[in-house]
């Protein structure tokens, strides 16, 4: 059993920062990568920023520049730096963990997904 709670959502101003944090907690053997995504009303739900045990990050195109995604592997938790935060920004935003579990004995990998947290940026 894998959980994974975000924190850090709220409120801010266009233009304001928000740092979102994540944890993965249970009987993981290993967590290959985090990322976080986002809906908004109306919208798919799309890749944000992920990383990968080792450092690499991807980002979408909209979010570059001021966007920053970091992990502490040792606490299994990614955080989600936001800056210069803009009305469509506006989404709830949901983190993952693809993590390694035992079960039967086997290894197997699964991708397991936080409950989400509002994002609104807005004067």
């Known amino acids: 059993q894998v959980q994974v709670v975000e924190s850090g959502g709220g409120l801010v101003q266009p233009g304001g920062s928000l740092r979102l944090s994540c944890a993965a907690s249970g009987s993981i053997i290993r967590i290959n990568a985090m990322g976080w995504y986002r809906q908004a009303p109306g919208k798919e739900r799309e890749l944000v920023a992920a990383i990968t045990t080792g450092g690499g990050t991807n980002y979408t195109d909209s979010v570059k520049g001021r966007f920053t995604i970091s992990r502490d592997n040792f606490k299994n938790t990614v955080y989600l730096q936001m800056n210069s935060l803009k009305p469509e920004d506006t989404a709830v935003y949901y983190c993952?963990?693809?993590?390694?579990?035992?079960?039967?004995?086997?290894?197997?990998?699964?991708?397991?997904w936080g409950q989400g947290t509002q994002v609104t940026v807005s004067s």
């Open positions: 993952t963990a693809r993590a390694t579990t035992v079960q039967f004995l086997r290894a197997i990998v699964n991708d397991y």
